[in-house]
């Protein structure tokens, strides 16, 4: 992949703290919480990644306006020359996440591979925001296939940087921009990321920025003809894949898939954090099944797929007697955090609650390796990056 030094934008100094300005990604943001971003600042960011126009106009245009207006009172400003700035996620529980926010040339399937779905409703939103404001506000999440040579270069220049924001995100983990803009420098990240690279998040941004690009004929080597990224290697001794799980709102019929378990095991803990923990303990493939009102069990599955995410799309679902479209038209439930559908379920109020073990990363390598799509919703990798530390608009340079 090509990578690409810009000029960063951010907040200035007028704004005071500029982390406590930041925010999750705009599809982690439902209506109430993005009322709650706004209420804290007229300059927090989600007024721009999920705008309201208080006259009840257009909330593109609206944004596009007050991005504008921003940029011309200095509440935010763009750096004077291109630049890459690592990424270092301080997480909760120790360690560093190390990676790098640039932008990144969008490339064929075999440089730049997706592994998911994307939900059509999703990527018109945000390709109706990025026309109006010609800014690319949030970035991607890729892991490249760089051998660790990403970590070796992040860990010499973080070793005597400065930071620019600190950002603590609700679950603890801290956030830090730093800045690398001497051009040899440079020169030397993008030779070690000249490889294959994955998205690990973000295919709607991506796919949003790719659409963009193709449909106005924008030249390679622009800011426009490329998407905000944070890389990170995928040797990372810090990635983790967390999963998502799954559930549907009826009971099923736990009759109708006798035919692809093993074995089984009745659980006899009480909370959903224990229950996805002995799940992902288990010799796999093996998930959670818990129908509301019976005894949570964990299953051994027949191996159709070393990824249990599909042997739930191609095995479990026609079993039930559902299309593949119930993955994505409102049948399957899905649930990132297994203490939510472990109360749900008790409550009644999911009928039935899938709880899938997590996902390493060589296996999410090898999954994708020859372009195959992985099942919408198959990955979470934590922590989320976050967005409104360093943005990114299409009159950068590059380098």
């Given at each position: 992949m090509r990578v690409l030094a810009f000029q960063g934008i951010r907040y200035?100094?007028?704004?005071?703290?500029?982390?406590?300005?930041?925010?999750?990604?705009?599809?982690?943001?439902?209506?109430?919480?993005?009322d709650r971003f706004h209420a804290q600042s007229p300059h927090q960011f989600v007024h721009l990644s999920r705008p309201v126009d208080p006259a009840g106009h257009d909330i593109y245009t609206y944004a596009a306006d007050l991005h504008e207006r921003w940029l011309k009172e200095e509440v935010i400003a763009r750096e004077d020359r291109p630049a890459l700035?690592?990424?270092?996620?301080?997480?909760?529980?120790?360690?560093?996440?190390?990676?790098?926010?640039?932008?990144?040339?969008?490339?064929?399937?075999?440089?730049?591979?997706?592994?998911?779905?994307?939900?059509?409703?999703?990527v018109a939103d945000r390709l109706s925001l990025l026309s109006a404001m010609r800014v690319d506000l949030e970035p991607a999440l890729l892991v490249s296939e760089d051998g660790g040579r990403l970590e070796a270069l992040l860990q010499e220049d973080l070793a005597h940087a400065k930071p620019l924001?600190?950002?603590?995100?609700?679950?603890?983990?801290?956030?830090?921009?730093?800045?690398?803009?001497?051009?040899?420098r440079i020169a030397q990240y993008q030779k070690a990321l000249d490889v294959?690279?994955?998205?690990?998040?973000?295919?709607?941004?991506?796919?949003?920025?790719?659409?963009?690009?193709?449909?106005?004929?924008i030249r390679p080597g622009t800011a426009a003809a490329a998407k905000l990224a944070v890389i990170t290697s995928l040797d990372s001794p810090e990635l983790t894949i967390e999963p998502i799980h799954r559930a549907f709102k009826e009971k099923i019929d736990l009759d109708k898939l006798a035919g692809l378990r093993t074995g089984s095991q009745t659980f006899h803990g009480s909370s959903g954090q224990d229950f996805a923990a002995a799940v992902a303990a288990a010799p796999q493939p093996a998930l959670g099944v818990w129908v509301?009102?019976?005894?949570?069990?964990?299953?051994?599955?027949?191996?159709?797929?070393?990824?249990?995410?599909?042997i739930f799309q191609n095995d479990i679902l026609p079993a039930l007697g559902l299309p593949a479209e119930a993955s994505t038209n409102g049948t399957v439930v899905y649930r990132a955090q297994p203490v939510e559908l472990w109360d749900q379920v008790a409550s009644g109020e999911l009928g039935t609650g899938i709880f899938l073990p997590p996902m390493?990363?060589?296996?999410?390598?090898?999954?994708?390796?020859?372009?195959?799509?992985?099942?919408?919703?198959?990955t979470r990798f934590v922590p989320k990056v976050m967005s409104g530390l360093v943005w990114?608009?299409?009159?950068?340079?590059v380098l």
């Open positions: 200035t100094p007028r704004v005071g703290d500029a982390g406590v300005l930041a925010a999750p990604p705009y599809d982690q943001i439902n209506d109430s919480a993005r700035y690592p990424y270092v996620i301080e997480l909760a529980g120790g360690g560093r996440r190390l990676g790098v926010l640039a932008l990144v040339e969008m490339a064929d399937a075999k440089v730049i591979r997706p592994h998911e779905q994307t939900l059509a409703k999703a924001v600190r950002h603590q995100d609700a679950d603890g983990n801290v956030h830090v921009i730093y800045r690398v803009d001497d051009p040899d294959p690279a994955a998205i690990a998040d973000g295919h709607h941004r991506y796919k949003v920025a790719q659409r963009y690009a193709q449909e106005r004929g509301s009102g019976k005894e949570p069990e964990i299953w051994s599955l027949k191996a159709s797929s070393p990824l249990v995410v599909e390493a990363p060589t296996q999410f390598a090898a999954a994708i390796a020859d372009g195959a799509l992985l099942p919408a919703k198959s990114a608009d299409h009159q950068s340079q």
